[in-house]
Nanobody, 127 residues
């Protein structure tokens, strides 16, 4: 079992930046691909960004390309999401997810592909 915990959310003004963190604990000896998703009130959960086991491959939703950057530190069992130039439409609960996987370069963009989820961290962007 792997526990995933997000942190770093908050209330910010449009144009601001945040760094979301995701720490995995428990059975971290298994290799994991990681991803970030978000869910705004009244909307479906949507893909934001994903990163491969090695960190060498990433994928982003079109709506965040050029503004968000996903990275990971395998020594710390952590994944980060740097979010810049925030817009009111980025307001959502941001979730981190982990998928047990052996493929080093695989990037998982579907929520259904993930085994473990955190409880989420709220990001609110005021205009």
């Amino acid at each position: 079992q792997v526990h995933v915990v997000e942190s770093g959310g908050g209330l910010v003004q449009a144009g601001s930046s945040l760094r979301l963190s995701c720490a995995a604990s428990g059975r971290t000896d298994s290799p994991y691909a990681m991803g970030w998703f978000r869910q705004a009130p009244g909307k479906e959960r949507e893909f934001v960004a994903a990163i491969s086991r090695s960190g060498g491959n990433t994928n982003y939703a079109d709506s965040v390309k050029g503004r968000f950057t996903i990275s990971r530190d395998n020594a710390k069992n952590s994944v980060y999401l740097q979010v810049n130039s925030l817009k009111p439409e980025d307001t959502a609960v941001y979730y981190c997810a982990a998928k047990s996987i052996w493929a080093v370069t695989a990037v998982v963009t579907s929520a259904a592909g993930y085994n473990y989820w955190g409880q989420g961290t709220q990001v609110t962007v005021s205009s």
